[in-house]
């Protein structure tokens, strides 16, 4: 059975830090582009960004490039998303998504998410 | 950066056929997907690549896409499809994924 279990949400001030992590089990963890979807409170969904199978490839949404670092540990099957210099408008729920090829595929797996809340 | 737009809500009555748009330009040379999200859980893929179903996802649900305009049909509706249901594609002049608004579903 295919799990995502995201962590490291939490409170944090304008201009912190934070790290996210999701554990994968289940699958192949090597074998997959992944990527993070946030949703901040009553909105939509809004992709964030994503890294190929061996991390040489990352994209990233505009609003957070620069700022976020996503990343990978494929002996630990482990996905991370490095967030620096945050802004109360990051405050979203973050889902870590099995992102099948990474272009033209869906997201087929999701984790049950992880609140951040950026405020003072 | 290309946009993918939803009406924010559509009603039916339990039985009839809901039928939800996502509309964006030349969308019909695009695979589109469908996630339902019931409030307080993560999203669940019901259609991909325009109309295919993953397993477990009820023969009730399917999909199309044409011209500038996809849309994912509920037949015989149930209240327990009442959820927000958004499109989504991958746009390759950025290589980003967008997501459409999402459409609220309400069963009357």
């Known amino acids: 059975e295919v799990q995502l279990v995201e962590s490291g949400g939490g409170l944090v001030q304008p201009g912190g830090s934070l790290r996210l992590s999701c554990a994968a089990s289940g699958f192949t963890f090597s074998s997959y582009w992944m990527s993070w979807v946030r949703q901040a409170p009553g909105k939509g969904l809004e992709w964030v960004a994503n890294?190929?199978?061996?991390?040489?490839?990352?994209y990233y949404v505009d609003s957070v490039k620069g700022r976020f670092t996503i990343s990978r540990d494929n002996a630990k099957n482990s996905l991370y998303l490095q967030m620096n210099s945050l802004r109360a408008e990051d405050t979203a729920v973050y889902y870590c998504a099995r992102d099948g090829h990474g272009d033209y595929g869906p997201f087929d797996y999701w984790g049950q998410g992880t609140l951040v809340t950026v405020s003072s | 950066s290309y946009v993918l737009t939803q009406p924010p809500s559509v009603s039916v009555a339990p039985g009839k056929t809901a039928r939800i748009t996502c509309g964006g330009n030349n969308i019909g040379s695009k695979s589109v997907h469908w996630y339902q999200q019931k409030p307080g859980q993560a999203p669940v893929l019901v259609i991909y690549?325009?109309?295919d179903r993953p397993s477990g996802i009820p023969e009730r649900f399917s999909g199309s896409n044409s011209g500038n305009t996809a849309t994912l049909t509920i037949s015989r509706v149930e209240a327990g499809d009442e959820a927000d249901y958004y499109c989504?594609?991958?746009?390759?002049?950025?290589?980003?994924?967008?997501f459409g608004g999402g459409t609220k579903l309400t069963v009357l």
């Open positions: 989504q594609v991958w746009d390759s002049s950025s290589d980003h994924k967008v």
């Open positions: 890294i190929k199978q061996d991390g040489s490839e990352k």
């Open positions: 690549y325009d109309s």
